[in-house]
């Protein structure tokens, strides 16, 4: 991920003036469309960065859309994708949030292995479409948005299950995820310790670094990832997904009246461990469903609610301070959708961009 602050300049060029409002036509975005059924403007990985909303604003981007899904005002089809090796998928993401105006498509790729050549676990596309007319107006690289919208659905979901006065977080994997996590989740709580455990001991001390500066909090690197699960009153599991779970956490390990969120699903997380939820919940129970069908999730708990019913109250969140709960957000297309929109709109005010022809 490129930190907004480092960003110069964007590498890539507004070629022509931006139509008139007078010219152009009305965008989902309630800002214009110009060359609509024309061109499309193209959105580099640094330039969706220097138009990317801050996090306070994806997280209350992902919460209204919650919103919206759980008054069943939203359309996503389930994830459908190929699978050319084992563990790794490419999926396909369609998604329409009437509410925001927003529809489109995200195209994404996850490698476990890609880091061994210095390539990032997820790459990919995102298409944004106008919804009056289906007419493409966008194209832009997702590997921002989905480091930025996971870690955003994670302070959405724990809004709503972990204690507020959490202030202790446990990381366990120090990559993109670890590091967006946990920038969600200090917009919402008042963070001041993280312990960072990492396979590879040197990103997780790069990682406290990092993130104790950026964060303005004190963040260490443990060399046990129990150590990083004990002591935390919120837990992120962020390394790689396997549909045969590692299983590295114990029953045990998660203190009561925490909260933990399982980005790389059920993988880090011994069967008996996750059945001490006292609430286990997730994004999106059709999809989970269809992970399990496909060799995912064959030990989890039963489901608590999904996170549209969360937020509009019609399943309650966490209930007693001793509570043990647990968020397994899958990655929604509309996390995308819900965020995509937002940069469109940036990068037409900042003249940031290629236009192509269609
Ligand atoms: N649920 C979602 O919405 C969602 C969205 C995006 C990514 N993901 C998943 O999140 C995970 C992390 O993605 P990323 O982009 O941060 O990858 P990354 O490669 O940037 O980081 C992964 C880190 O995990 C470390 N690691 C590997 N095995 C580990 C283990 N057993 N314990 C601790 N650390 C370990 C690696 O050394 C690396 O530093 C992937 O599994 C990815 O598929 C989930």
Redesign the pocket.
């Known amino acids: 991920m490129v930190p907004r602050s480092s960003l110069v300049q964007s590498s890539t060029l507004f070629s022509e003036p931006v139509a008139r409002p007078k010219d152009a036509e009305r965008s989902n975005t309630n800002t214009v469309t110009p060359h609509l059924g024309q061109k499309l403007l193209y959105l580099s990985q640094t330039d969706v960065a220097a138009c990317g909303p801050n996090m306070p604003e994806i997280v209350a981007a992902l919460e209204s859309m919650f919103r919206e899904k759980g008054e069943g005002r939203v359309e996503m089809p389930p994830k459908i994708g190929v699978h050319t090796m084992p563990d790794a998928f490419i999926h396909a993401m369609p998604a329409s949030i009437p509410a925001q105006k927003a529809v489109g498509v995200k195209w994404v790729g996850?490698y476990?292995a890609n880091?061994q050549r210095g390539l990032?676990?997820?790459t990919g596309l995102l298409i944004l479409n106008d919804p009056e007319t289906g007419v493409p107006i966008a194209l832009m690289d997702c590997t921002w948005i989905?480091?930025q919208r996971?870690g955003a659905?994670t302070a959405v979901a724990a809004k709503y299950l972990a204690r507020p006065d959490s202030s202790t977080v446990g990381i366990?994997?120090?990559?993109?995820?670890?590091r967006s996590n946990l920038e969600g989740l200090k917009t919402v709580f008042p963070v001041k310790k993280v312990f960072a455990?990492?396979?590879?001991p040197d990103?997780a001390t790069r990682y406290a670094q990092e993130m104790s500066k950026q964060l303005a909090l004190e963040a260490v690197a443990v060399s046990d990832?129990k150590q990083a699960v004990v002591q935390s009153d919120i837990v992120v599991t962020?390394?790689?997904?396997l549909r045969k779970p590692?299983a590295?956490i114990q029953p045990g390990w998660l203190a009561q009246g925490a909260f933990a969120s399982l980005?790389?699903?059920d993988s880090?997380w011994h069967a008996a461990a996750l059945h001490e939820a006292d609430k286990f919940t997730t994004d999106d129970v059709p999809q989970l469903h269809h992970y399990r069908d496909i060799g995912y999730f064959q030990n989890i708990p039963p489901i608590h609610a999904d996170l549209g019913e969360l937020v509009t109250g019609r399943k309650p969140g966490r209930q007693f301070p001793s509570e043990r709960t647990i968020a397994c957000?899958?990655?929604l297309a509309l996390d995308d959708i819900a965020v995509a929109p937002l940069i469109y709109g940036r990068a037409l005010e900042m003249r940031v961009g290629t236009w192509l022809p269609l």
């Open positions: 996850g476990p880091s990032p676990y997820i989905t480091a996971t659905a366990l994997g120090c990559g993109v995820q670890g455990y990492d396979t590879h990103r990832p962020a390394g790689p997904i590692h590295t980005v790389d699903f880090y957000n899958l990655g």
